[in-house]
Structure formats: C-alpha cells, structure tokens
C-alpha cells in the first residue's frame, strides 16, 4: 500500500513509494523471531506494563489486584532493587510512569481528588505540579502521559466528552480487564473499551460511539498550553519541537505528527487498520509503534513495527502467533523494551494470562 503523507498546512500531497517490510504474518504456522526476543522483567503475580527510558533509568507501571504503582529501576540492571512511587493516601492509585533523565518520575494520581499529573523530582518527597493545575483540576482525565527526556514538555490526552470522563474517574483506581491493563489505546474506542464476547477489528468504516479525545502539549518553561483536537497516545522528539501522535478516522486509527508550535501536520501511516503507541528512539531518527494491520485489524493481536522517520520506510519487529506486543520504548539505539502476554516457555506461539516487559535487539 503505498504510504500518504499529508501536508495539511501547505494543501499540498506527497506520495511515499511502498513501505518496506522485513516480514509479513502469513497464517498460524510458527515463526522464527524476526529479532532476538527475550524477557527482561517478570515478577510473579504481578502485571508489568508501559516501560519508559530516560539516561539512566527505567520506569513502568505496575498491578497486583487494585494495587497500581509505578516504579523506577537502573537501565543496566532493572532487576535490580527499584524505588516506587510512593503513594500518600489510602488507596492512591498511581499510573502512566514517566522516565526524565535526572532520575525524577511522571505520573498521574487521584491523590488530590479528581486525576492529576504530578512528577517526582527523584529524590526525597518533594512533587512538581505538571500542566497548570488551576485549569485542569476537575477538568480532565490526564491519560498517556509523556515527556521529552530533559522533562521540559509534556504531553497526555483527555476526553472532553462528561460521560466518558466520568467513566475514566471510576475505571482509575479500579483493576481493568487483563487485556486492558496493556492496550491502553482503546480508552476511547466504544467498541473495543471494555470485556466482551468478541471485538471489532480496528478498520475503516467503524463507528465510534465516543467523541475524539484531545491531546495537551505543555511546556514547563513558557507555561504554554496546546491542544490538539482528535489526537491521543502522544510522543515527544527528544529536542521538543514535534510531537507524533494516534488520530482515529472513521474508525481506523493513523499515527499523526506536526510542529509543537502548531506548524505542518503530516500523516505519517495510511493503513486500513490500527497504529498505536508511538515512541521516538533516543536520537529521533526512528519511531517504534504498535499495529495490528498484519492481522486484519484483530484487537487482541498486535506486533511492534519501527518506521525510518527520513524515509518512512516500515519495518516490523515481532511475529508472534497470539501475542499483544505493545508500549514500546527505547533502551539504546539497538535496543527496544516492551510489554506483552507472552509466554514465558513458547514466546512465539502461546500467551499467558499476564503481562511482562520484554527486549528486542535490532543487531545481535
């Protein structure tokens, strides 16, 4: 399919030449590993999720029944002791782990009441406000939180719809559906969001019950506030000066991206299916997401794909039969981390019934 992209600021369209694929799914045969894959965090008992990389450190979510933490370890030896976020009231619910270089934390909590995104400063107790809290207390329900690696700018996405938001409020602090602890890119998909019989494949000509969520771009040192219409799961380029985000269209779901000052717009995937869960490697010269258009737009199976940002070329990483691969992040340039069902004994061809952070190396 040959790949569009979209300059919306200047009217203009550009054709890409075919995306370029290392592999594709072909049936329920077994499948070699298109890369080395292999765990790299499990804890008994407990789900693992959404890692993310900045300097030194690592962090990700965890759950254990009701309990939601999120925790911070070393990079170079994640199994190693880790520091949690510590909670302050009495069935605190603590999400959407941020790494910042300096060792501090992102996160959003229901501690003051209603969602707030808050950053540890990764020592002692001491917590930074993100985003202008007057404004967005009581306002929104900050979800898919994301910073550029110096902390700077941040991004999380809400829904301005009350319904749905109220929904968000109690679905917080209260243990999601399995799958959903790892697929957090149906929050606002009506018929993908919850438990049920079966799903509809994420393609063109779904209807959405839910109205589009926005997405907030805020930049610690200017106070400035954007906001992108339509707009969810937002990644930030390492310098800040563009964010990529996920854009649903009648019902088929295209990762986006632009200027952080509101400049060009351009789609950056023009497939029948779903793109999810951007993340920009460490020099912004290549972006992993999450998809499922390798198996017709099925909600429980997805791969983890990278794209060449100077070419746009696509290459996918993993083809396991069953799996959901998703929330990938960068360890190194040769290296991304990622969360999935697999199973532990057969990775390429069974899952589990719970959720551990995976690696992938590019390169042996």
Not at 219 to 235: C, E, H, K, W, Y
Not at 263 to 287: A, C, I, M, N, W
Not at 329 to 346: C, G, M, P, Q, Y
Request: charged residues 20%.
């Amino acid at each position: 399919m040959t790949n569009k992209i979209l300059c919306l600021g200047m009217a203009t369209l550009l054709l890409m030449a075919p995306q370029a694929w290392s592999a594709s799914y072909t049936g329920h045969s077994e499948k070699k590993a298109l890369y080395p894959v292999s765990p790299l965090i499990v804890k008994k008992g407990v789900d693992s999720v959404y890692p993310s990389v900045a300097g030194d450190f690592m962090v990700f979510d965890t759950f254990q029944g009701d309990d939601f933490r999120v925790e911070r370890v070393s990079k170079n030896s994640p199994n190693a002791s880790s520091r949690p976020v510590r909670t302050m009231i009495i069935r605190e619910a603590i999400r959407f782990g941020v790494a910042v270089k300096d060792g501090s934390v992102g996160f959003v909590s229901n501690r003051t009441g209603p969602l707030s995104a808050w950053m540890w400063l990764g020592h002692g107790e001491s917590y930074a406000a993100i985003g202008q809290m007057g404004a967005f207390r009581g306002n929104v329900s900050p979800y898919h939180l994301n910073a550029t690696p110096d902390g700077k700018i941040w991004c999380f996405d809400t829904t301005l719809q009350k319904v749905r938001q109220n929904e968000l409020l109690n679905e917080f602090a209260k243990h999601p559906y399995v799958q959903m602890v790892g697929q957090l890119w149906r929050t606002y998909d009506s018929n993908n969001f919850m438990r049920k019989a079966g799903y509809d494949a994420t393609k063109t000509g779904n209807k959405n019950k839910f109205s589009p969520p926005v997405l907030y771009v805020y930049n610690r040192q200017t106070v400035q506030l954007n906001m992108i219409p339509n707009a969810f799961d937002g990644t930030l380029s390492p310098d800040g000066s563009k964010v990529v985000f996920v854009r649903e269209t009648n019902g088929n779901y295209d990762l986006w991206m632009q200027t952080v000052d509101g400049g060009e717009l351009v789609q950056l995937t023009d497939s029948r299916y779903g793109d999810f869960e951007p993340q920009f490697s460490q020099d912004g010269s290549k972006l992993a997401f999450v998809s499922n258009r390798d198996y017709d737009g099925t909600v429980t199976r997805t791969s983890i794909y990278m794209m060449d940002m100077k070419s746009y070329q696509i290459t996918r990483l993993t083809n396991a039969r069953n799996a959901v691969d998703g929330g990938p992040a960068w360890l190194d340039e040769n290296t991304i981390v990622f969360h999935s069902d697999r199973s532990l004994s057969k990775p390429q061809t069974s899952t589990t019934s719970g959720w551990n952070i995976w690696q992938l190396k590019l390169t042996d």
